[in-house]
């Protein structure tokens, strides 16, 4: 009789250690969900200045900033409307006296001009 209560004590003990467990993580936050909010919340703590110092210089730049883009606007639309394929271009270049220029990349030869085969037929390699 001993033994069988010994057993089954033992059985409850080992049935009753996960559903405690599961209970307080359900209750309180897991240990990784702790560690995140902790990251975070360094995270922003270390970021405040820099954002304090962004919020600024927006504060500042912003009304010439939308001026200009209200002049220059209309006119970057019309010049993007115009090129098809802004790849094909190379970077822009300003001059000495102050202009600058963007050129065209030099087109590939098309894979037809590639694959044609001398009028001899012999092939340097």
Not at 44 to 50: V, Y
Request: aromatic share 4%; glycine share 8%; with cysteine.
């Amino acid at each position: 009789m001993k033994r069988f209560l010994h057993v089954s004590a033992a059985c409850l003990l080992c049935l009753s250690a996960p559903v405690a467990a599961q209970e307080s993580e359900e209750n309180g936050k897991g240990l990784m969900e702790k560690g995140a909010e902790l990251f975070w919340e360094g995270l922003r703590k270390e970021m405040a200045p820099a954002l304090e110092d962004l919020e600024g210089l927006a504060a500042e730049i912003g009304p010439s900033m939308r001026e200009f883009l209200s002049e220059m606007g209309p006119a970057l639309a019309a010049i993007a409307a115009e090129v098809e394929d802004w790849s094909s271009y190379e970077l822009p270049e300003i001059l000495p006296n102050g202009d600058i220029i963007i050129r065209k990349k030099p087109e590939a030869p098309s894979p037809e001009e590639k694959d044609e085969v001398p009028e001899n037929g012999v092939t340097d390699l």
